[in-house]
């Protein structure tokens, strides 16, 4: 709320308004917490430019601080538009500038942005870890080596991605996942289970399912 109102320079009212929106949606989504399988979906809906990035910008801190563990943002099609919602998720989610530093770094983050500049009351252990397996750069989409090379345990501390709508990005990112948390079901189908996965269609309108 104070990078909002105090870097972005949105009202107080505005402000408000917003908590209360992605607290609504919140409250629909599962409880990442509960073991088993589950699945939540459900769509949001808003005008154009009536700030629908802030909005999933606010629900994923708050699934962050709810305990989920991996947040996938489809955005589009095309490398500009991928790197321009990750430049995003730098600023408001991710606190760093993703271009020199996707590894979150204990010892104190030296290419801080957005919400990594404000001033804050907690120690560094106590501050929520976050990686990113994708950068703002034009060239940073989702890839297996950059993925393997950052060595994240997946389910451990949360990773947020931001990635093109693309066949082979989607299923390069599967495998992956599948490597790090995959395990076998009584009917031998590969899951990838106690990851609670937050997975956000930015481009809904475009190279969405075909359910014909």
């Avoid at 629908?52 to 500009?80: E, F, P, Q, R």
């Avoid at 990851?195 to 014909?212: C, Q, Y």
């Amino acid at each position: 709320r104070y990078f909002l109102e105090m870097n972005k320079g949105f009202e107080l009212d505005v402000v408000r308004r917003l908590d209360e929106i992605t607290d609504g949606v919140l409250s629909r989504l599962e409880d990442p917490k509960r073991s088993g399988p589950w699945s939540r979906r459900g769509m949001v809906t808003g005008q154009v430019q009536s700030g629908k990035t802030a909005n999933y910008n606010g629900l994923i801190c708050k699934a962050l601080d709810s305990g989920y563990k991996l947040i996938v943002v489809l955005a589009g099609m095309h490398n500009s538009l991928r790197s321009q919602t990750q430049l995003r998720l730098d600023e408001a989610v991710v606190g760093r500038d993703t271009r020199r530093s996707q590894k979150f770094m204990p010892d104190g983050e030296t290419h801080a942005m957005g919400v990594g500049l404000l001033p804050t009351l907690l120690p560094v252990p106590r501050r929520l870890v976050l990686h990113t397996l994708t950068s703002s750069k034009e060239s940073g989409d989702f890839k297996r080596n950059v993925a393997d090379t950052i060595g994240v345990d997946l389910g451990s501390d949360p990773v947020i991605l931001a990635v093109k709508k693309h066949g082979s990005v989607l299923q390069n990112l599967i495998a992956w996942a599948r490597a790090m948390a995959g395990q076998r079901d009584e009917s031998r189908r590969m899951t990838i289970g106690q990851v609670p996965l937050l997975l956000i269609d930015d481009e809904a309108d475009v190279a969405s399912i075909n359910t014909k």
